[in-house]
C-alpha cells in the first residue's frame, strides 16, 4: 500500500517562504512523476506542479517563477519550495503519483499578515 506524508506548512506572511516535503512509502518513487496539488476553501483541487522521472517540471501559471518542484529519489521524497507567497496561495498542499491513486493527508499553507 503506498502512503505519502506531507509535511512543511504552516502561517508566513506574504512575500515569505515555506518548504514542503512528501515522503513516499510503500513503492519506489524513481520511476514515478511525482506531483503537487492544492485545495483553497470553496474550491476545487488544483494542480500545482509536477516533476518527471527525467526531472522535467511543470508549473500552473498563478505559482511559475516563484515555486521549484523538485524530487530525492534516494530518500523517495517530493519538495515544493514556494517563495514570495501570497494570500491566494493559501490551500491544503496535497502530494500525489501522477499516476496513482494514493493522497496523502494535506499539509496546510496560510498566508497572512
Known amino acids: 500500500q503506498v502512503q505519502l506524508v506531507e509535511s512543511g506548512g504552516g502561517l508566513v506572511q506574504p512575500g515569505g517562504s515555506l518548504k514542503l516535503s512528501c515522503v513516499i512509502l510503500g513503492t519506489s518513487f524513481s520511476p514515478e512523476t511525482g506531483a503537487w496539488y492544492r485545495q483553497a476553501p470553496g474550491k476545487q483541487r488544483e494542480l500545482v506542479a509536477t516533476?518527471?522521472?527525467?526531472?522535467?517540471?511543470t508549473y500552473a501559471p498563478s505559482v511559475k517563477d516563484r515555486f521549484t518542484i523538485s524530487r530525492d529519489n534516494y530518500q523517495n521524497t517530493l519538495f515544493l519550495e514556494m517563495n514570495n507567497l501570497k494570500p491566494e496561495d493559501t490551500a491544503v498542499y496535497y502530494c500525489?503519483?501522477?499516476?496513482?491513486?494514493?493522497w496523502g493527508q494535506g499539509t496546510q499553507v496560510t498566508v497572512s499578515s
Open positions: 516533476v518527471s522521472r527525467s526531472y522535467t517540471t
Open positions: 500525489k503519483l501522477l499516476n496513482g491513486k494514493d
